[in-house]
């Protein structure tokens, strides 16, 4: 492993290191007698939004993270977020099965990680998560604070126009049968007030499809009554981790 840097903190190790040339970040108890061994994975925005992480990390939880070249879920960083679950899995001595934090894009990241490699996965936090690429970035819908430039970033990662989006079998909504197939144990947030990543043009879809399989079960919505998409966060830190250590 090449370190890049190291801090300790309120009694947190922080570490920095390189994984195929990118920033990779690990956060952990500096004392490891009081690690469980499990792993949180924030798939994207490392900084933003950072309670949920944060408390998960002071309950035991090693939270990694690795750093994307682009935000929006191109088959070759999918292929590197996976790759990487392994390398550090193996580096830190943690498990490889992970709980995601995926808010927004990161959200997306997490749907298309698990469809891809669902026996890395042990649930998915997904905060206002973009499920269909027509709604964001290409604003095709109602969707009025996605601006133009998020689109010209979607178009340089993948290469394609926005009328390709219509045949398109990459949406997050195509992978879904994935998450259900594998029984993928799910909390969503969402603010019902979302101008950027509209609800009912998004985590909708996830709601319909896990009704219709019977798995209401695995699945918890948290509506944030008035929210906007921002900002992220679950209405309860400690109901949410419970959530997934039943």
Not at 20 to 30: S, T
Not at 35 to 43: D, L, M
Request: hydrophobic share 35%; with cysteine.
């Amino acid at each position: 492993m090449k370190v890049l840097a190291e801090y300790r903190y309120d009694e947190i190790y922080h570490l920095e290191f390189e994984f195929k040339g990118k920033r990779a970040i690990a956060l952990m108890l500096e004392d490891e007698h009081k690690r469980n061994g499990k792993t949180v994975f924030k798939t994207e925005y490392f900084g933003a939004f950072p309670d949920l992480q944060n408390e998960f990390v002071r309950r035991g939880y090693t939270l990694i993270f690795l750093e994307n070249r682009n935000r929006w879920g191109t088959d070759s960083e999918i292929d590197d977020q996976i790759e990487f679950i392994d390398y550090a899995a193996n580096e830190l001595g943690i498990s490889n099965k992970v709980i995601t934090i995926g808010m927004s894009c990161g959200g997306m990241m997490s749907i298309l990680i698990t469809a891809k490699s669902p026996e890395h996965i042990a649930g998915l936090y997904i905060d206002a998560p973009v499920v269909s690429f027509l709604s964001c970035p290409a604003r095709l819908g109602n969707a009025p604070d996605v601006h133009e430039g998020m689109w010209q970033e979607f178009e340089r990662a993948w290469g394609m126009k926005k009328s390709d989006l219509f045949t398109f079998n990459g949406h997050p909504y195509n992978k879904i049968d994935k998450l259900i197939e594998n029984k993928i144990r799910i909390y969503m947030a969402y603010g019902d007030s979302d101008k950027t990543v509209p609800y009912e043009e998004n985590g909708i879809a996830i709601e319909r499809a896990y009704a219709k399989s019977g798995l209401e079960n695995l699945l918890y919505i948290d509506k944030k009554i008035g929210v906007d998409h921002h900002p992220h966060g679950p209405t309860d830190i400690d109901f949410t981790i419970k959530y997934f250590e039943k």
